[in-house]
């Protein structure tokens, strides 16, 4: 039933906006976008998704920061076109397959890797009023521990790579997850590569969060 109500709820927010102000909007849609978020919560444990949503301000001040948003996604997406870059509430996952960072069995970056990883950097640089979550996944081939371990390796390649390019360390939060998050069931090869990942998830700070409530954010 909750599912049937949701897109009714929009619906009904978003028909209003036209006889809406600015921070009104801002409002309606800060609404929307929480309730479309507890839709895909409540499909599964997934906890960059948990995170994005646990950083949400909501109202006026949350449409200014996800307005900015939009802009700092498409430009990681023109960035690194391998990734998959979503919006999420007011905030931005990304996820890296592992098979484009890594060799299998392996937490040393590829050249290709390398590559992508300079690229995004830059843009965290550019946009540098962002915390940024990064978490190591990998598929249940081979032992809880092992896969434990050789996500948190996986995780901290990526920290020590953007922190190389001029990413401050103090902006990220790093965890790793081994076998315990899977996006997909692990009953083929196709989905175990899915699974073997590196997910992003970026939120506002508080001076982001400032600049928004004084109305200063472009």
């Not at 009023?129 to 050789?150: A, Q, S, V």
């Amino acid at each position: 039933m909750k599912y049937i109500l949701i897109p009714a709820l929009l619906g009904i927010l978003l028909s209003n906006c036209k006889s809406m102000n600015k921070t009104q909007k801002g409002t309606a849609i800060g609404v929307a976008a929480g309730a479309t978020a507890g839709a895909i919560i409540g499909k599964g444990k997934h906890s960059v998704v948990d995170a994005l949503i646990g950083a949400a301000v909501g109202g006026g001040i949350g449409y200014l920061i996800g307005h900015h948003m939009d802009k700092q996604a498409e430009e990681i997406k023109q960035a690194v076109p391998d990734a998959q870059v979503t919006r999420v509430g007011e905030g931005i996952e990304m996820t890296f397959n592992s098979g484009l960072l890594f060799k299998i069995n392996s937490a040393t970056l590829s050249d290709e890797a390398i590559t992508n990883l300079s690229k995004v950097a830059g843009v965290f640089v550019k946009y540098n009023e962002t915390n940024i979550l990064i978490e190591g996944h990998t598929d249940n081939t081979g032992t809880p521990e092992y896969n434990m371990d050789l996500s948190k390796k996986r995780a901290y390649a990526v920290s020590s790579y953007l922190i190389s390019k001029g990413v401050s360390a103090s902006r990220m939060d790093i965890k790793w997850y081994g076998e315990n998050q899977p996006k997909y069931p692990n009953d083929n090869e196709s989905n175990r590569a899915l699974n073997r990942r590196v997910e992003l998830g970026i939120t506002a700070n508080d001076k982001m969060k400032q600049e928004a409530q004084q109305g200063k954010l472009n």
